[in-house]
């Protein structure tokens, strides 16, 4: 059997992001959970949030930010050989997503998966591209994350209703000389996957109505407990995988799932002043597999990193599942 010709390393080639037009204030979700603005800013530092409108679905944000990134990588769509769509807030079990998103963006005929590891999965897909580009598989991929959390959400429920919301990120990975993305570090405790799940499974065709439609929950003391645990310990084992130190950094994009645990991490990991700490939540809420590609635009939009400097990534949440490794930045 022959192998197809392997290549030196993979990196990413551009970067875009999509966030809905409609800006929620922590005033408008408060009233339901009989809340405040105070009370969100000190429990999670999220000040506004994104809520999509009815024709911003997940393949259509995917698929803008997608654009944006193949533009700014100089990549023709048609040139793409795999679209990786991470989502935990597609509603249909079928068809799949990413084969649409293929479609829209014009890479006819790509492959075209869905990974389904929550707020991990674009870290976890952007190793499976870095692994099918160093293989001979494919030479250039898209990787997107894309979520309407505001789909999946209890608005009355006070544990998830403020923490959520909606948007994309993608990134284009392509060939390089030398690896510009670092091994994966991840791991899963399944055995702890109560801790953020949907409120009841689906119900079965037949099955008598249950009620309300299933929505998320989360045990908030205990993922917090959690992810001030697991990421610094799976930051620095990236770090020692790619063969650096914080003090090569140019910045910390982790999920940004909570002030709190990213300004944790951040004094965990002990990280000098010239690293670019990823604080996108606080306009942007928790976007799930968006947040990881929305909060590094947002530091390469405004200039925060320089071209090329090394960012680490952490992803984690519900699975319990996390991944991490350093990039290079466009």
């Known amino acids: ?3 197809a010709p392997s290549r030196p390393g993979a ?37 506004t949030r994104r809520f999509a409108a009815p024709d911003e679905t997940v393949v259509e944000m995917a698929a803008t930010a997608s654009l ?25 079990q079928s068809p799949p997503a990413a084969p649409r998103l293929a479609h829209r963006i014009g890479a006819a005929g790509a492959g075209a998966v869905d990974v389904g590891a929550a707020c991990a999965g674009f870290v976890h897909a952007l190793a499976t591209a870095d692994s099918l580009i160093r293989s001979g598989t494919a030479r ?9 959390m505001s789909d999946i959400v ?29 091994p994966v570090v991840w791991g899963s405790q399944g055995d702890r996957h109560p801790a953020i799940a949907h409120s009841a499974p689906w119900p079965v065709r037949g099955a008598p109505a249950a009620g309300s439609v299933p929505t998320l929950r989360m045990d908030g003391p205990a993922v917090f407990r ?48 010239h690293v670019a700490v990823a604080r996108d939540v606080v306009d942007t809420a928790n976007t799930s ?25 952490v992803g984690f949440g519900a699975g319990l599942s996390h991944a991490a490794q350093v990039v290079r930045l466009p």
């Open 1 to 3: 059997m022959r192998a």
């Open 11 to 47: 990196r990413v080639l551009g970067v875009g992001a999509y966030r809905p037009s409609r800006v929620v204030s922590n005033a408008e979700v408060a009233g339901a959970i009989d809340s405040s603005d105070d009370w969100i800013r000190r429990r999670s530092g999220i000040v």
């Open 68 to 92: 944006k990134a193949l533009a700014q990588a100089g990549v023709a769509p048609e040139t793409v050989d795999a679209v990786l769509l991470a989502s935990m807030s597609v509603l249909e």
């Open 140 to 148: 250039h991929v898209v990787v997107a994350g894309a979520e309407r």
């Open 154 to 182: 209890d608005p009355a429920d006070r544990g998830t209703a403020f923490l959520f919301g909606d948007g994309a990120g993608a990134v284009v990975v392509g060939p390089a000389d030398e690896p510009g993305i670092g």
């Open 226 to 273: 959690w992810a001030v645990a697991t990421v610094p310990r799976a930051a620095r084992a990236a770090l020692a995988a790619a063969g650096v130190t914080v003090d090569d950094l140019a910045a910390f994009v982790p999920h940004q799932a909570n002030l709190r645990i990213i300004d944790a991490a951040a004094a965990h990991l002990s990280l000098p002043d």
């Open 289 to 313: 597999a968006a947040s990881v590609p929305l909060a590094m635009e947002a530091l390469i939009a405004r200039g925060a990193v320089p071209r090329r400097g090394l960012a680490l990534l």
